[in-house]
């Protein structure tokens, strides 16, 4: 009996301490400090878990943000702007979705586009999810968040902000692009002159050609 009272107490103890080496997200901790006591502790006490044949707890790391969304600051009419979420440990569990926060639009779920607006795309590459806003407008004003599925769901939010271009900007582009066309355009000229023409009285026609 007393055997068998050690066994149960040593299962609850490895299923809590599994419980909580899935989830070491101290702030005091770097992310390599806690990305390699999560692993060591999970792999020791996973395999203790499996040697009693218990394979029900889960022992996969928990998502996690490995920097902040840039807030972003562009002109009207920016031809691109991008903001770019970084995110671990996503597995085959896990989606990402970006959301126009302000008005509750789901603009994308993984690689899928939600929205029809066809300025906005996303792009995927390892761990990082990028959505992308082209032709910028006033009303592409607000928050973005990245979001993931994960029980509590985790966010993060950047924020863009849309200004006019100032008059005097606009002034100076104008005058930089006339120039460009004036260096660029070359001036009219004739290649030959046109020839005088003597006639009699009656002649059918006569032509004078301008090159």
């Known amino acids: 009996l007393d055997s068998l009272l050690q066994e149960i107490f040593l299962l609850g103890f490895l299923i809590i301490s599994t419980d909580a080496a899935c989830s070491i997200y101290q702030p005091q901790f770097s992310n390599l400090l806690r990305m390699l006591l999560a692993w060591q502790l999970r792999g ?3 395999l203790a878990l499996a040697s009693f044949g218990i394979t029900r707890v889960s022992c996969q790391l928990q998502p996690e943000f490995m920097k902040p969304i840039d807030n972003i600051t562009v002109a009207v009419g920016q031809e691109e702007v991008q903001f770019t979420c970084i995110i671990n440990n996503l597995g ?11 008005t509750q639009s789901i603009l994308s779920i993984g690689s899928h ?9 996303v792009s995927h590459s390892d761990n990082s999810w990028t959505l992308h806003i082209k032709d910028v407008t006033r009303d592409d004003s607000g928050n973005y968040m990245c979001q993931s599925n994960t029980d509590p769901i985790i966010s993060q939010t950047g924020f863009l902000e849309v200004v006019d271009v100032p008059e005097s900007e606009k002034k100076d582009k104008i005058e930089e692009e006339v120039r460009n066309n004036l260096v660029t355009t070359s001036q009219p000229e004739f290649m030959k002159a046109i020839d005088n023409i003597t006639v009699s009285v009656g002649q059918e026609e006569v032509q004078f050609t301008c090159i």
């Open 44 to 46: 020791l006490l996973c």
């Open 92 to 102: 085959t569990s896990y989606r990402v979705a970006w959301i126009k926060q302000n």
């Open 113 to 121: 586009m939600i929205t029809r607006n066809p300025r906005m795309t």
